[in-house]
């Protein structure tokens, strides 16, 4: 294995949600236990090709180390993981750390330990509607703008499995909505598989196909609607959380830039100031 949202996703009308395209990585009754604490207990998770599934928790719920275990960088415990042979994986961190003191533009950025073409580094940035970017240092750009550049960093290897861990941190609301739409059309495009981690409800559960709640073990699972019904979710994060799928669902008759100015015409009655 190698390390290298404009229309709201419909969820799914099966209980489950269908397998639509072939098993990439599965977690069978993995558990985790780091200095003597457990973290993970008897967690079964799969990912398959062109769906997105999202883990949701609280802080310290375990939801990276999940992802850890899923990606090959942790042994689990007990249990076991299979991934796909060959399986090309784009991983966005929770943090990514760039000294500003370095030098660095974004198109070195994006070929730091891996061999690239310019064109290639083209496409990506383009994909994430970043190319303005490529000549611009690291050290300057928006919180949204650095988003979009880490999501082409994991773009370029052509991954199949997509993993990002609190990809829309540091955004406000109008970037979160952008990036799960781009996030979206990433997914229809390449067919990839994606692994979203979150703690945030209101925009990504909107974003998914399938959601597992977890808090050191699984409360619950299932499409948008099942989970925030069940009395588990609404223990850890209140009733009134179940709201947050409509709220994604919700469409703006205009659009933003990267910095979230408002992009439509004078005449639309939106305010540009």
């Known amino acids: 294995m190698s390390?290298?949202?404009?229309?709201?996703?419909?969820?799914?009308?099966?209980?489950?949600t269908a397998a639509v395209g072939g098993e990439l990585v599965s977690a069978q009754g993995v558990g985790l236990t780091l200095g003597g604490?457990?973290?993970?207990?008897?967690?079964?998770?799969?990912?398959?090709?062109?769906?997105?599934?999202t883990l949701i928790g609280p802080n310290g719920a375990g939801k990276t180390s999940l992802a850890r275990l899923l990606l090959g960088l942790?042994?689990?415990?007990?249990g076991r993981v299979t991934r796909l042979p060959g399986l090309r994986v784009g991983y966005v961190p929770q943090r990514f750390p760039v000294d500003a003191t370095i030098p660095i533009n974004?198109?070195?950025?994006?070929?730091?330990?891996?061999?690239?073409s310019l064109p290639a580094v083209r496409s990506v940035l383009q994909e994430v509607s970043a190319l303005h970017l490529m000549d611009r240092p690291i050290a300057v750009l928006s919180g949204g703008e650095f988003q979009r550049v880490c999501l082409a960093r994991a773009l370029i290897g052509m991954p199949k499995l997509l993993v990002l861990d609190e990809p829309a941190q540091a955004l406000d609301y109008a970037g979160e909505m952008q990036l799960y739409e781009l996030i979206g059309d990433i997914r229809r495009r390449r067919g990839c598989g994606i692994l979203l981690i979150s703690h945030d409800l209101h925009v990504v559960l909107g974003a998914s196909d399938r959601v597992l709640c977890i808090n050191g073990h699984v409360c619950c699972e299932g499409i948008p609607e099942k989970v925030t019904s069940h009395p588990e979710y609404a223990r850890l994060f209140g009733r009134e959380a179940g709201k947050a799928v409509a709220v994604y669902r919700h469409r703006h008759d205009h659009e933003h830039d990267l910095s979230g100015a408002v992009k439509c015409g004078d005449d639309c009655g939106h305010s540009h100031d």
């Open 3 to 16: 390390l290298s949202p404009a229309i709201p996703f419909p969820s799914r009308d099966a209980e489950t």
């Open 37 to 53: 604490r457990q973290i993970l207990v008897n967690v079964d998770v799969t990912v398959h090709a062109g769906e997105i599934v």
């Open 74 to 78: 942790v042994k689990p415990t007990t």
């Open 106 to 116: 974004v198109r070195r950025f994006l070929t730091l330990g891996v061999q690239v």
